[in-house]
């Protein structure tokens, strides 16, 4: 088993306890920015944004399950004691959709400093009954979100001067309970949430009261000099030393470890402009994952952060960040998925290609008798509102022409080669013309052509079509993928003098458009009765059109486990009795999710410990009767009990330690009867006192096992002990026999909790 197998099944093993303790799961996830930004009366999708699908997208793919979610207080109520704002909440309930759909977890992120259009929580401008009365009303509205992990009451807040914090976050927490007992209440600490400065800021929030008992206690450390997460100066000049994040998080990890409570650091990041910055990082994020604290790093989100020095979003040329690659991404549950974000190569024009580097740029190539005209702003479109064009005449005879498009630092396109994406766009030819894709990657080191590949000629015929090439059948011997592309080239056909044009628009990297959802059914349990500490089989059907790539489980929105194969099985086991949503989402070989039907189970009390001693055979011969133990027939094990002649009794065994009059038991054995038996065989119980008298007594279930029959269950789990019943007296029988075989198997009493 690898770090990572073992890490996942540690991860799972939690996730498991924790979720049915009414417990978040530990786990790392990424603060995804954009929805906090933007002042009073800002415009949405200019100065604030909510995370996109492809955030949701990149982020899955690389097995982070958490996503803490900041977002306005003044967007989502404009009034203090007002309604929600519609749209806005409208923004939040899609976005954490899209969480959903990615099997993803959710902390709502009230991201306001303990403030209100800058009021402190706790003036008469901001009663503290108006911050309860926000809570109240949005802990409300999220009550049936299953991918909830908890709600963040508050980010760093900081300065509150006698309007005492924890206060506060204690009306917030009553006005929670309220109206929605489920989630899990995030309590940050004062002074921005200071890890470092938790003794002295935050000790006394130990003292805030959840009746559910359900709180995590919420920290922020940044590793630079004042902890703000600037990074203004050098390593050396921010006092960076490998253990600076573990020596400022010790005490809040020994608080919650003494106090028993659980930790998330909310946000912690750095630059990646120093490596060691990353070994630093990890340091720290080794240190919370030992310790079961939760991490969310500071930052992602691609609209107004891919520029940032903490972002661990892909850059520009779809490069993956060292703070990823080298630390957050081998703390993650590393299940994988086929989701990686579709990457512009082309799109309306090249000033407007999202994110591209500024060493951007067309060219055009052809032998001295050939004429090429690139115009890369043409306005005869399919898609957005300009197309590249290429007018050309190649005269036959051995002539060449064409063009494209180079970026001097080359694009990683590696994960979409691994994930089967295509090259996708629009194009358009005259009749007759002809095109080659040529694909050129360049060497890491010296910024060289090392490697060209070339697609088969595609015919044109006169209007516009989409094409989607499988990246596959750029492979050869000579490009594997792998190195980074910086050029795509477009061989111009045919070479006969005659003139011709041909245009594309909208090139991408990204999953196949011919891609269909999978589908999938959670065929058991099926809905009704479970029972409490007993093993549960989660099973389901799912098929694509390609292949699956794995199915995740869930229990009340939460991961529990997954199978990467048919059948597409993984066992749990409840400890509580209640109600539990089960849902399974089936992942494509595109990272394309479908979520089953929900599944609701009841949780019924389960069983105490087995009361029958050797019950199995295992153990040598520990019965009274007329039998022997063999090892030719068992259900279980190697051994049974066999009947041997000359008495009805097989076998005999009193039970006189865990039987209490007015409880209820779970009574059960196995039988099996040869054909040559010429009567029934049946197990038999008396209930009797102290003193064995027998109160009552009969055959287990009025079950009768018939000779011939092969290993049969007989069991009720409603055998209820009378009135001074002290013990069961249980007898294993065979009667009227005259010859052949009974035997016994796995006879079991356990008391139903």
């Known amino acids: 088993m690898n770090k990572h197998h073992l890490r996942y099944l540690t991860i799972f093993l939690t996730l498991v306890t924790a979720i049915f303790a009414n417990q978040p799961p530990h786990l790392i996830g990424i603060n995804l920015s954009g929805a906090e930004n933007g002042s009073r009366g800002a415009t949405y999708g200019s100065d604030y944004i909510y995370p996109s699908a492809t955030d949701f997208g990149y982020y899955k793919s690389r097995g982070l399950e958490l996503v803490r979610l900041p977002f306005k207080w003044e967007h989502m109520q404009p009034t203090l004691y007002g309604a929600l704002n519609s ?126 008992d359900n709180l995590v206690f919420e920290a922020h450390q940044y590793l630079g000099k004042d902890s703000d997460g600037v990074y203004s100066l050098s390593y050396e000049g921010e006092g960076g030393t490998p253990t600076i994040g573990v020596d400022r998080l010790t005490n809040f990890v020994d608080w919650c470890n003494s106090n028993n409570v659980r930790g998330l650091i909310g946000e912690i990041g750095v630059p990646d402009n120093d490596p060691r910055w990353i070994t630093a990082l990890d340091n720290t994020i080794a240190y919370l994952d030992a310790n079961n604290i939760s991490v969310t790093y500071w930052l992602g989100g691609h609209k107004f952060n891919s520029l940032n020095a903490l972002s661990i979003d892909l850059s520009p040329q779809h490069k993956e960040r060292p703070q990823m690659t080298d630390s957050i991404g081998n703390y993650a549950q590393d299940i994988g998925t086929n989701y990686w974000p579709r990457f512009y190569w082309y799109k309306d024009a090249i000033a407007t290609v999202p994110g591209q580097a500024s060493s951007y740029y067309s060219f055009q190539s052809s032998s001295p008798a050939a004429t090429v005209t690139l115009t890369p702003y043409d306005t005869t479109r399919k898609y957005g509102s300009r197309s590249t064009r290429f007018n050309f005449t190649i005269p036959s005879g051995g002539g060449y022409g064409g063009g494209g498009y180079y970026i001097s630092d080359g694009i990683n396109l590696a994960d979409s080669f691994n994930r089967d994406h295509h090259m996708i766009m629009w194009i358009r030819g005259s009749y007759g013309s002809a095109l080659k894709i040529k694909m050129v990657a360049m060497n890491n080191t010296t910024s060289a052509a090392v490697s060209t590949s070339t697609y088969q000629t595609y015919d044109l015929g006169g209007d516009w079509q989409r094409i989607s090439i499988p990246l596959s059948d750029f492979i050869d011997a000579d490009f594997d993928g792998n190195s980074e592309v910086h050029t795509i080239k477009f061989d111009c056909y045919p070479r ?19 891609n269909q959802a999978p589908t999938i059914t959670l065929d058991s349990p099926s809905a009704g009765n479970v029972y409490a500490g007993q093993d549960i089989t989660l099973s389901a059907t799912a098929s694509d059109d390609g292949t699956i790539d794995y199915v995740e489980f869930l229990a009340d929105g939460q991961a529990v486990g997954y199978a990467t194969a048919a ?86 065994k009193r039970i006189s330690t865990g039987i209490t009059a007015g409880k209820t038991y779970k009574v059960e054995g196995w039988i099996k009867a040869d054909a040559t038996l010429s009567g029934p065989v049946r197990i038999y119980v008396k209930w009797q006192t102290a003193s064995n008298q027998t109160i009552s007594q009969g055959t287990l279930n009025s079950h009768y096992v018939y000779p011939g029959a092969d290993w049969t269950l007989i069991s009720t789990d409603s055998a209820g002990a009378p009135p001074g019943a002290a013990k069961l007296y249980i007898f294993l029988k065979g009667d009227n026999r005259t010859g052949g075989y009974a035997y016994f198997d796995d006879i079991s009493v356990k008391e139903k909790l």
């Open 87 to 212: 749209a806005e909440l409208a923004r939040l309930d899609a976005t954490i959709d899209l969480a959903e759909k990615h099997g993803m977890l959710v902390i709502p992120d009230l991201h306001n400093y303990g403030r209100y259009d800058g009021n402190i929580v706790g003036t008469t401008a901001v009663p503290r009954s108006a911050f309860a009365d926000f809570w109240s009303r949005l802990a409300a509205h999220l009550e049936n979100r299953d991918c909830i992990w908890g709600l963040g009451i508050m980010n760093e807040p900081h300065d509150m001067g006698s309007y005492t914090w924890l206060d506060s976050a204690q009306d917030a927490v009553d006005a929670i309970r309220s109206v929605n007992t489920r989630h899990a209440i995030i309590i940050p600490g004062n002074s921005w949430s200071s890890g470092a400065k938790w003794l002295t800021a935050s000790s006394s929030l130990i003292n805030i009261i959840d009746p559910e």
């Open 496 to 514: 006969n003098g005659n003139n011709y044009t041909f245009r594309f628009d909208d090139l991408i990297f990204d999953a196949p458009y011919t």
């Open 567 to 652: 059948p597409y099985e993984y066992t749990i086991s409840f400890d509580d009795v209640g109600t539990s949503n089960l849902t399974a989402i089936a992942f494509d070989n595109y990272g394309e999710p479908t979520r089953s039907a929900v599944t609701t189970v009841n949780i019924l009390p389960g069983y105490g410990p087995e009361l029958v001693p050797n019950g199995g055979f295992e153990e040598g011969d520990t019965w009274d009767g007329n039998h022997t133990i063999v090892s030719a027939e068992s259900v279980s094990g190697s051994y049974s009990l066999r009947h041997d002649t000359g008495s009805y009794d097989a076998g005999r």
